[in-house]
């Protein structure tokens, strides 16, 4: 057999599955054990009888805490996938902690749910300045703004439309400060997709530049300009922590490095509206963004881009799984054991 599944929510199926692997295939490189309810470390413990040929570990999508996680010694895997965990629950441990916990538990690890790891992540994280109701969600807030931002301001930008939800929205409006600020030059890029409603003569308009979904809203974000943000001017406000939405709302200065306003700076209100998205535990979406772009006053302006900013060199890297490869092999399997065509184990 090439591939086997097996129910192991049951202490005897998981050491009959143990035994029957061990006779069919005496040296697995890999086994899949995702999907299987799994909250205890027995029965992986009993996996080092596959020592030294078990190189790859599949356990997404169970129940695993990192006090039982602490349980797997022994085991010289290089290749490990743990999404789906309780471990991996981003609104408590963040993608660093992550990485530097299971590199402690698995020294030989080179690649975690896909992403290289064999560099050890070193994170220099802008002290945000922050009000948030719940201080359980902190680690989530810092690593969403980090990551977005951070993405926003590279050549991938293109990358947030993972962040959004298929029905997400974006609304931006763009206003002109008056007296005692610094030049409204460069206003205009933001002005041809501003919707706001003191200033627009034409109410059509009101609705044809609301964004409303993620192909729509990267299509705006992607022909505006490219800039740069100052992070230590970030005033973070997050009023709403619940287990079914967080609303972050994030003020803030950024520079415009366009060939046409090259310098010029800005100021930014920006309020995101995330949801839990089922599909993968610990992940969330942003189903509203909302941003107010306006020139700064002077005061602002002097006070902004004074602090060096260092290198982020983990990115707070998202890590996503393929979960269709999940199906295909599950589909492979019944195909085989039934005798049935692809068609009819779908």
Not at 161 to 175: G, Q, R
């Amino acid at each position: 057999f090439k591939d086997i599944y097996a129910p192991l929510t049951s202490y005897a199926v998981n050491y009959l599955a143990i035994r029957i692997i061990k006779r069919i295939l005496p040296r697995p490189s890999i086994i899949l054990l995702n999907h299987n309810n799994l909250q205890d470390g027995g029965f992986i413990e009993a996996l080092r009888i596959f020592n030294p040929s078990l190189k790859g570990l599949d356990l997404r999508h169970n129940k695993f805490t990192w006090d039982v996680f602490q349980k797997f010694t022994n085991l010289k895997i290089t290749d490990l996938w743990i999404d789906g965990n309780p471990i991996c629950d981003y609104r408590i441990y963040s993608s660093v902690y992550v990485v530097n916990q299971v590199k402690k538990i698995f020294p030989q690890v080179t690649k975690l749910d896909n992403i290289d790891v064999s560099t050890p992540p070193v994170a220099n994280i802008v002290p945000l300045k922050n009000y948030i109701s719940q201080n359980n969600y902190t680690v989530m807030i810092d690593h969403f703004l980090h990551h977005y931002f951070n993405l926003y301001e590279s050549a991938s930008r293109g990358q947030l439309d993972k962040i959004y939800h298929p029905k997400a929205t974006l609304s931006i409006s763009c206003c002109n400060l008056g007296n005692s600020t610094t030049s409204n030059v460069g206003l205009n890029e933001y002005l041809k997709v501003s919707r706001n409603m003191l200033t627009v003569s034409d109410m059509c308009r009101m609705y044809s530049t609301q964004r409303r979904s993620p192909k729509d809203i990267m299509d705006t974000l992607n022909n505006l300009p490219n800039v740069i943000f100052d992070q230590y001017s970030f005033n973070v406000d997050v009023p709403i922590t619940r287990e079914d939405v967080v609303v972050i709302n994030v003020c803030g200065v950024f520079k415009d490095f366009s060939t046409l306003n090259p310098g010029c700076l800005f100021s930014f209100d920006r309020t995101f509206i995330l949801q839990p998205w089922p599909q993968v535990l610990g992940e969330w979406k942003v189903v509203n963004d909302i941003w107010v772009v306006t020139n700064t006053t002077t005061a602002v302006a002097d006070a902004s881009f004074t602090q060096p900013r260092k290198s982020l060199m983990s990115d707070f890297t998202v890590m996503i799984n393929n979960k269709n490869k999940d199906k295909d092999v599950l589909q492979r399997m019944v195909s085989h054991l039934a005798g049935m065509n692809g068609v009819w184990t779908l």
